[in-house]
């Protein structure tokens, strides 16, 4: 392909090719401090190209193709290569992914544990974990944590942290030194931005960490929290798993072993500052 | 190239480097060959980041091979009852059987074949079980029905797997038609109720699937498994029965490929060097390049038309692509 960038995102390696500049030059740029894939190895490619030849100057649209694809993704505009870059590589992921059995959740990290949060899209799990990462947490990811069934650890994967609609305002308020990529208008997802991970996530990456609590938070309702159920836990997560039948019993122990051996809650929270909050007090009493 | 050379050779890939394995792996994921690549180069030393890679590839293999033989158990405790020989074939009996052609291969579909008359009961049965139609289409369905080698495809309500129920090798429109009662016939038992192919059919099933339909989609898997069943029969025996089949040209040239693809320089079995056409075929196979992508469009598309002139006869043909381009069209 004409356009490459090779990088690295927690224990993942990815080389995205484009048949564009502009994209690659993008995450080439909101990606410059994180390295290499390890051994020059990438695990995953990523392929942004024009379906048709002329579809590269003539209404340019992104179609989205990797190592693992599924069928009939529709193809984007070029002004959303940020986002198009992004889902490719989520989807290798998501698809492909085998040593580690896949949450769709953020994660963040104090003192070497974990705190999961995981949730349908809009129940505010990127935004949470944004803003207690500039509240002293460590941001490990907003989209998947990656739980190796042989530790029971979870792995970073801070990509760049997708902020949708309002979320978007309140993390440039809360965070106003973070850099951020073009702010894409109307995508299928609404007014979508993405902030780049601060230095102590990039710098981190590499240092798992044990879970200790897992969240599913909701947004909008009064304030409420719930204990789950192990059983409970164990069936939302194995929804929130991209990979958890391909993982087999790997994917089974995993999971069994970390709701026995973490506790669940359901938070319900009508704002974002109850919910930290309510965060910080679930965490206060583990 | 490259991945075919690393199939026959492992030891070449202690020459690459990290672009290098990046994109042996992009070929072989795209080729559905990533887990064979990754028991051919066990052993061999390679970048770390490649070995931990390869390792997650070759459970990712092993977790398929036990799904697909849990399938094929799940579809023998629905036919037992029936009591009609029910054989396994392709990867589902590669691995069944434990043969080197099984080993590390990805396994999509269950496929099964059944003599043609008991179709009727080994369908109601499957249906019975919590299989379902995929296709909706009546044209389709009709279509399969009446002039292809297989059924519909069904999958498993709860599953998600998908079973192709075989009654023969080839279309029915096929100028070729295998003598399929004889390949039941000669099928052997694996002890389980399940049985597979003999090795002389086994061969010549891949070689038929391979070279007498389709347009070489996948080819270097295909071929690959031929490479590797053909250590398992003796050359005479097997073109006498490709010759009772029909298949004589079509397993010379499987034979002829996967030595030129395959085999290492020094000669097991003496085969003719290429024609011409077999350089097409070549050019087929290896029309891939290191990000995964398919080049060559125009070798493609003549493959491509080339599957439909063999599958049916021309006054078909035009009929059944009419038919299915006005359903393409505005509705």
């Known amino acids: 392909m004409k356009h490459v960038h090779r990088v690295r995102i927690g224990p993942v390696g990815f080389r995205i090719g484009s048949d564009w500049r502009a994209p690659i030059a993008q995450i080439a740029d909101l990606y410059r401090d994180y390295p290499a894939p390890n051994d020059g190895v990438a695990d995953y490619n990523v392929r942004l190209f024009a379906a048709r030849p002329w579809r590269r100057w003539l209404r340019p649209a992104i179609t989205l ?23 490719a590589m989520n989807l290798q992921l998501a698809l492909g992914e085998r040593r580690y059995l896949l949450l769709h959740a953020s994660a963040v990290e104090r003192d070497g544990r974990a705190l999961l949060m995981t949730g349908v899209s809009g129940a505010g799990k990127s935004t949470l974990a944004a803003l207690l990462a500039t509240r002293g947490w460590r941001l490990m990811g907003d989209e998947f944590a990656l739980l190796d069934p042989a530790t029971g650890l979870v792995h970073a994967f801070p990509r760049l942290v997708s902020l949708k609609n309002a979320s978007v305002g309140v993390m440039q308020a809360a965070a106003p030194a973070a850099r951020f990529g073009p702010l894409l208008a109307s995508t299928p997802k609404g007014d979508l931005r993405h902030m780049v991970p601060d230095a102590t996530a990039i710098v981190r990456m590499d240092q798992p960490a044990r879970p200790a609590l897992i969240l599913f938070p909701s947004f ?5 929290t719930r204990p789950l159920p192990q059983s409970e836990a164990f069936v939302r997560l194995t929804q929130a798993s991209t990979n958890y039948t391909a993982l087999g019993e790997a994917g089974f122990d995993a999971l069994t072993h970390l709701v026995r051996a973490v506790p669940s809650r359901a938070i319900d929270y009508p704002d974002t500052d109850a919910a930290l909050e309510m965060v910080e007090a679930e965490w206060s009493a583990l | ?79 037992a009852l029936l009591g009609v020989p029910v054989v396994l074939l392709k990867g589902t009996a590669y691995v069944a059987a434990g043969l080197q052609a099984g080993q590390g291969r990805s396994i999509g579909d269950l496929d099964i074949l059944v003599p043609r008359a008991s179709l009727d009961a080994v369908e109601a049965a499957l249906l019975a079980a919590g299989w379902e139609w995929v296709k909706p289409d009546p044209y389709d369905d009709a279509y399969y029905r009446h002039w292809m080698h297989e059924l519909p495809p069904l999958i498993h309500r709860e599953r998600d797997r998908m079973i192709d129920v075989h009654h023969t090798i080839l279309p029915l429109t096929a100028r070729i038609t295998p ?143 009419w038919t299915k381009w006005r359903k393409a069209g505005p509705a």
């Not at chain 2, 990533?34 to 390792?55: E, S």
């Not at chain 2, 073109?239 to 040209?249: K, P, S, T, V, W």
């Not at chain 2, 085999?263 to 070549?282: F, G, I, M, Q």
Request: charged letters at 25%.
């Open chain 2, 1 to 79: 190239m490259t991945l075919v050379r690393a199939l026959r050779d492992p030891a070449s890939t202690a020459a690459l480097d990290g672009d290098g394995w990046t994109a042996l792996i992009a070929m072989a994921r795209a080729e559905q060959m990533a887990g064979t690549l990754a028991r051919r180069v066990t052993g061999i030393a390679k970048p770390p980041a490649a070995d931990c890679l390869l390792t997650a590839t070759l459970a990712s293999a092993e977790q398929g091979r036990i799904a697909a033989l849990w399938e094929a158990e799940a579809a023998h405790r629905v036919l």
């Open chain 1, 65 to 87: 193709g990797g190592d693992f694809t599924l069928p009939d993704a529709v193809p984007m505009p070029l002004d959303w290569g940020v986002l198009a870059a992004e889902m």
């Open chain 2, 179 to 321: 003598d399929i009662d004889a390949m039941i016939d000669d099928s052997v038992t694996l002890g389980n109720g399940l049985r597979v192919l003999s090795r002389e059919d086994m061969v010549l099933h891949s070689v038929a699937h391979l070279f007498a339909d389709g347009d070489l989609a996948g080819g270097l898997r295909n071929l690959w498994d031929i490479h590797c069943l053909l250590k398992e029969v003796e050359t005479s025996a097997l073109m006498a029965r490709a010759r009772h089949h029909g298949l004589e040209r079509e397993a010379a040239r499987a034979m002829r490929l996967a030595q030129a693809l395959y085999s290492p320089s020094e000669v097991e079995k003496p085969v003719s060097p290429l024609t011409l056409a077999d350089r097409l075929y070549r050019r087929r196979l290896l029309a891939r390049d290191g990000w995964g992508r398919a080049t060559r469009p125009l070798t493609r598309l003549a493959f491509y038309i080339r599957s439909h002139w063999l599958r049916m006869p021309p006054l078909m043909l035009a009929r059944h692509l």
């Open chain 1, 220 to 224: 909008g309702f009064d304030p409420a």
